[in-house]
């Protein structure tokens, strides 16, 4: 006998093999059309073909980077470090060490030899007569000295004595914060010593917090959101009640006085005031409690979304300490940066000014390698910090459209390999034109400084509205570009197609970005607080009885900074995964319809899919009729 075979679009449904059955839609599997052809999708993640993008760009960094060392070899030629760590004087001696001879103006009375005068002196006429200084001081001069005591009113700050204005009231005052400087280092030293044990276990326990509330996000995401939400909607009405509440009590008190002094006219603007912030808290709590009424069917995909986010970390918990590389290397950046930077600034060509006056001046090359070397910090900090975005995303993007979440294999190396070896191009392209733009507030900050000399109110005006505009620039091209990458870590594109395709999902889900940011960035928050405030506590447990202990508020601040970093760390993944998840949730429900292109979303997510409702019921429907026929499915001849 022949075999009984299913109408196609069952076989369709019964070959999406989704997951796990608590996670995917999974049909029965039968045997007899093991051989079939599975269902193919457009969002086929690992199988399709991708294709190395904007390599253009990524040559343009390499050559950027290749002109930077350039210019480093070219500064460091003539330069020397301890010109800025250490001073030089009028001569251009360098302050607290031996110097080699050569010619200068005998009336400077330089000496190579300052091994013995460590500290310099900077000196301008208009700080008048000092004691100790033997020469002309009618010009500006720089002078090594063994001590900065020998002088009134200079201070030792770094390697530097500077002139420090102090009335004969405050001379005690000073003498007083000088000793209790010098003893309050000492002191929380040895607090460091006593405690860094304690110090320890509370940097673990900051580490326990954090992956606690990871935990949390990811099996108590819905109370935590809406508990979230409660707090803020009756923190908003608490507060908005108490500004009436004493705007009440001002205004009775007002109108009881009869008093017509100044002080009753204060007591009356003061009332005003209040009057002011009780109707702007007002307007703020009814805008707050609108957009919760609004989007409260839109909160539960926001929940929905830490779920999947919680699911996809505990497939890959290597993603939560992936920040941690990127510390390390933004460290690495941070450090050759300073070194450059000093290479720079200590670079020059020793010039005769004026009279008794020597300086080390840099040559056009100089000054445009400060330039190149700002540019390329801050390229190289978007960069640094794309490649962590595009890690993250590819990942999460890797989980999402894995149909057997058993077989996942290894996506976070994967995902560097891919960005590795298509995308690294994009990546430049992106953090390239984040830097443009910071350079370009850093060149307008420049201006603003210099133009504030001449006190034109309208030109500061102008700047300003100008800052305030890159600012908000900025942050668009930040949040385009980090979805742009989520999209080339699903589809593989170049970033400017991929940012048109993030930016159409985003404006077309407004309402659910919306809801995203608002409430998941807030808890995201939350957490951190809550992991600082915890760590915190406990410090206080810890230390309040350990004896010895001076500052046991320094200890806790080193501690609190500590576990916000971490937290941070933590939460920045979870963040990242969220909006991974949910553009990829978009892009699910673009491309499939559940029933003849299966969604690769699980269960939970289908119920935010318009005709998600509809191909549940006809899975159901095929099911049942499935088992029904289940024992006539395969039927084998005997001959």
């Known amino acids: 006998m022949k075999c009984k075979i299913l109408p196609i679009n ?21 045997n007899s059309i093991s051989s079939l052809a599975n269902v193919t999708s457009s969002l086929d993640y690992k199988n ?18 290749v002109l930077l060392a350039g210019f480093i070899v070219y500064c460091a030629n003539y330069a020397d470090i301890n010109r800025i760590l250490r001073g030089y004087d009028s001569c251009g001696y360098i302050c607290g060490k031996i110097n080699k001879e050569s010619s200068r103006d005998p009336k400077l009375h330089c000496n190579a030899d300052n091994s013995h005068l460590p500290l310099l002196l ?37 390697n530097r004595c500077l002139p420090v204005k102090i009335s004969s009231a405050d001379t005690k005052i000073k003498k007083f914060t000088d000793i209790n400087l010098k003893d309050f280092a000492r002191e929380v030293t040895e607090d460091f010593r006593l405690c860094w044990r304690e110090t320890l276990y509370l940097c673990l326990i900051a580490l326990g917090f954090s992956i606690v509330i990871v935990i949390l996000l990811r099996y108590l995401a819905g109370i935590v959101v809406w508990l979230v939400l409660v707090i803020v909607a009756l923190g908003s009405i608490a507060g908005t009640a108490y500004i009436w509440i004493i705007w009440k009590n001002s205004k009775e008190e007002t109108d009881n006085n009869i008093d017509t002094s100044i002080l ?50 505990g497939a890959m918990p290597l993603l939560l300490f992936e920040p941690l590389l990127t510390f390390i290397v933004i460290s690495g950046a941070i450090a050759a940066f300073v070194y450059c930077v000093l290479l720079i600034e200590s670079a020059g060509h020793l ?8 300086n080390y001046e840099k040559d056009v090359a100089m000054l445009i390698a400060r330039w190149i070397n700002i540019f390329a910090f801050l390229w190289t900090i978007q960069f640094i910090i794309g490649c962590q975005q595009m890690v993250i995303a590819g990942a999460v993007a890797a989980w999402y459209f894995t149909r057997n979440k058993k077989r996942l294999g290894s996506p976070v190396f994967y995902s560097f390999y891919n960005l590795t070896r298509y995308h690294i191009g994009s990546v430049c392209f992106g953090s390239f034109v984040i830097a443009l733009v910071q350079l370009l507030r850093i060149i307008l900050s420049l201006v603003q400084r210099f133009v504030k000399k001449y006190n034109n109110s309208c030109a500061n005006c102008v700047l300003k509205c100008c800052q305030c505009c890159l600012y908000i620039f900025e942050k668009i091209i930040k949040y385009i570009s980090r979805n742009a990458y989520i999209e080339i870590a699903i589809r593989g594109y170049p970033f400017c197609k991929a940012g048109q395709v993030a930016f159409k999902i985003l404006t077309s889900n407004a309402l659910r970005v919306a809801a995203i940011n608002a409430v998941g960035d807030f808890v995201l928050f939350l957490g951190k607080v809550i992991v600082v405030m915890a760590t915190v506590v406990l410090g206080i447990q810890f230390l309040q009885n350990k004896e010895g202990v001076q500052h046991i508020w320094a200890i806790l601040t080193v501690c609190g900074v500590f576990a916000f970093f971490v937290s941070h760390c933590f939460l920045t993944v979870y963040e990242m995964a969220i909006d991974t998840i949910f553009i990829c949730f978009c892009e699910d429900c673009e491309q499939n319809d559940g029933l003849s292109r299966p969604y690769y979303m699980s269960r939970d997510l289908m119920h935010f899919v318009e005709n998600s409702k509809k191909a549940l019921r006809a899975l159901s429907s095929e099911r ?3 088992h029904s026929q289940s024992p006539k499915l395969v039927t084998t001849s005997n001959t």
């Open 10 to 30: 069952l076989i369709c449904l019964f070959r999406c093999n989704m997951g796990s059955a608590a996670d995917k839609i999974q049909p029965q599997e039968v």
């Open 48 to 65: 399709q073909r991708r294709k190395t993008t904007d390599v253009c760009f990524f040559v343009v960094h390499s050559l950027f980077l």
């Open 122 to 158: 900077v000196y301008n006429p208009t700080y008048g007569h000092i004691p100790g200084l033997s020469y002309d001081v009618s010009v500006p001069s720089r002078k090594c000295v063994k001590s900065c005591d020998h002088y009134q009113n200079f201070r030792q700050i770094l």
């Open 264 to 313: 009753a006219q204060l007591d009356i603007h003061k009332t005003v005031g209040y009057l002011t912030f009780a109707i702007i808290a007002t307007i703020i709590t009814v805008c707050i409690l609108l957009v919760i009424l609004v989007m409260r069917k839109r909160i539960d995909l926001v929940i929905q979304l830490f779920k999947e986010s919680g699911k996809a970390l």
């Open 351 to 358: 010039t005769f000014i004026r009279e008794s006056y020597y």
């Open 624 to 626: 049942e009729a499935a």
